[in-house]
């Protein structure tokens, strides 16, 4: 890890958790295997069901959304606090649990001035492949990296204490990273903020996978139900 990112990972609380630190003996590929072709029609051939059938779409999608997840975090973090780290797929590293499950990435040195660049260029080159080894169109993707983008930055907040510093910075980044980003958005729901989805992960769609508490496949009422019962557990 870049003296960098040792620095940030340092002013977060439970940095391990949020994926800025790479533990120990787990397997590491360099983020640019997530663009290579041959690499993910391997992942996905790897984590697609053997025993029932499911879509190779919904397993591109699942698995896309923990690696967006995972791939944004370093510079998200960097932005938070202040400390620039890099969003270039030639400087981060990627943790993998075992059947290729992203959970972590470190950037290796300081981030450019160019952000939003760095992270729409590295995004695209990830959604690009991702789509041609899934069969699913890019846009769902780039609303999953858009959300992505909302739930690290809101984790974040929550782990700084400040909330609404952090989330603040989602709408300006993805204003400058340009469209097909959509916008991050977030709703306050009994005095806790969250993430207003703007897509769905399918996770549903696999083995023993259920709607998530705020999946925009859920009934407006329903959902804002669940929300307020999660912010009153918190």
Same mark, same amino acid.
Do not use: K
């Given at each position: 890890?870049?003296?960098?990112? $040792? /620095?940030?990972?340092?002013?977060?609380?439970? /940095?391990?958790?949020?994926?800025?630190?790479?533990? &120990?003996? *787990?397997?590491?590929?360099?983020?640019?295997?997530? *663009?290579?072709?041959?690499? &993910? *029609?391997?992942?996905?051939? $790897?984590? &697609?069901?053997?025993?029932?059938?499911?879509?190779?779409?919904?397993? *591109?999608?699942?698995?896309?959304?923990?690696?967006?997840?995972?791939?944004?975090?370093?510079?998200?973090?960097?932005?938070? &606090?202040?400390?620039?780290?890099?969003?270039?797929?030639?400087?981060?590293?990627?943790?993998?649990?075992?059947?290729?499950?992203?959970?972590?990435?470190?950037?290796?040195?300081?981030?450019?001035?160019?952000?939003?660049?760095?992270?729409?260029?590295?995004?695209?080159?990830?959604?690009?492949?991702?789509?041609? /080894?899934?069969?699913?169109?890019?846009?769902?993707?780039?609303?999953? /990296?858009?959300?992505?983008?909302?739930?690290?930055?809101?984790?974040?907040?929550?782990?700084?204490?400040?909330?609404?510093?952090?989330?603040?910075?989602?709408?300006?980044?993805?204003?400058?990273?340009?469209?097909?980003?959509?916008?991050?958005?977030?709703?306050?729901?009994?005095?806790?903020?969250?993430?207003?989805?703007?897509?769905?992960?399918?996770?549903?769609?696999?083995?023993?996978? $259920?709607?998530?508490?705020?999946?925009?496949?859920?009934?407006?009422?329903?959902?804002?139900?669940?929300?307020?019962?999660?912010?009153?557990?918190?």
């Amino acid at each position: 890890m870049s003296s960098a990112q $040792a /620095a940030v990972a340092a002013r977060i609380p439970g /940095a391990a958790a949020l994926g800025l630190l790479l533990p &120990t003996g *787990a397997a590491v590929v360099p983020a640019t295997a997530l *663009a290579d072709p041959g690499w &993910t *029609a391997q992942v996905l051939d $790897a984590r &697609t069901p053997r025993h029932r059938p499911v879509d190779r779409r919904v397993v *591109a999608t699942v698995w896309w959304y923990s690696a967006s997840s995972v791939l944004v975090t370093p510079p998200l973090a960097g932005l938070v &606090t202040g400390i620039p780290l890099s969003a270039r797929l030639a400087d981060l590293t990627v943790a993998l649990l075992p059947g290729y499950a992203p959970m972590a990435a470190v950037a290796r040195g300081s981030g450019s001035p160019e952000l939003a660049a760095d992270l729409r260029t590295s995004l695209a080159a990830v959604i690009a492949v991702v789509s041609e /080894a899934g069969g699913v169109r890019e846009r769902p993707l780039w609303a999953l /990296a858009a959300d992505s983008v909302a739930n690290q930055l809101l984790a974040l907040g929550r782990a700084t204490g400040d909330v609404a510093a952090a989330t603040a910075c989602a709408r300006p980044l993805a204003e400058a990273v340009g469209a097909p980003l959509p916008l991050p958005r977030y709703e306050d729901v009994g005095g806790a903020r969250f993430t207003r989805r703007a897509s769905c992960c399918l996770l549903y769609r696999l083995p023993g996978g $259920a709607l998530c508490t705020s999946c925009p496949r859920r009934p407006p009422e329903e959902r804002r139900e669940l929300l307020e019962q999660l912010a009153r557990r918190w």
